[in-house]
């Protein structure tokens, strides 16, 4: 009797065991057929936009400007820089002439120690101030491009608004390399709306 409910048993699993992997295939068959055939006809597709970041922050009239006022400030900068070490080596130089220890040889000694000093600082100085300023400009016109994004997808209707880049090759970095690999998530969007022109024309007016 015993043997007999234990076959029961097994042959009822066997059953339930088929039903179960017969009913996933035609789930699985099921969720492929809707990959392939698309969003159902009672499912609104999706209206997507794109956005090229890279190209709003370079093309827009702001950059153009920005940029050349940046190249002037570095400039004064570096000439600024320049001026320091040509001092810097004049008063070295203009120590043998005088005798060691003396009045004049301290004082030279002293002003020479001082324009060493405001040279090493502007060297460690400067390239903070350029990143910073290259930061806080950055930041300001994204901030800005975002907000004008937002204005054009809701006035477009759009569902999703996507950045879009397209990494420029050939790559000589590996680390750099990562960094698109990582970044660049958007590999294909036909059919989708380019709002970038429209970006750019609006952060011109602003």
């Given amino acids: 009797m015993k ?3 234990m076959v029961l048993g097994c042959l009822a699993g066997v059953v339930i065991l088929a039903i179960g992997y017969e009913y996933g295939q035609t789930q699985l068959v099921s969720a492929r057929a ?3 055939a698309g969003p159902k006809a009672n499912e609104p597709a999706l209206n997507i936009g794109v956005v090229s970041i890279k190209r709003a922050l370079r093309d827009c ?3 153009v400007i920005y940029r050349e006022k940046a190249i002037a400030e570095n400039g004064e900068m570096d000439i600024k820089e320049e001026k320091l070490a040509k001092e810097v080596q004049a ?3 203009g120590l043998k002439a005088f005798q060691p220890n003396s009045s004049d040889y301290l004082a030279r000694y002293l ?5 060493q000093a405001e040279l090493k ?16 400009w950055t930041q300001d016109l994204y901030e800005k ?3 004008i994004t937002k204005e054009l997808a809701a006035e477009k209707a759009l569902d999703l608004v996507l950045g879009v880049d397209e ?9 750099e390399l990562v960094m698109t690999i990582s970044t660049h998530k958007v590999l294909y969007g036909d059919g989708c709306v380019d709002l970038t022109d429209e970006v750019v024309a609006r952060l011109d007016k602003k």
């Fill in 61 to 63: 009239k702001a950059t």
């Fill in 121 to 136: 600082a502007l060297q460690e100085f400067n390239p903070r101030q350029r990143i910073s300023r290259e930061l806080l």
């Fill in 111 to 115: 002003e020479l120690l001082q324009k």
């Fill in 91 to 93: 008063l070295a130089a």
């Fill in 167 to 175: 990494p420029e090759f050939p790559i000589q970095r590996y680390e």
């Fill in 3 to 5: 043997a007999k409910t």
């Fill in 34 to 36: 809707e990959v392939v």
């Fill in 145 to 147: 491009i975002l907000q």
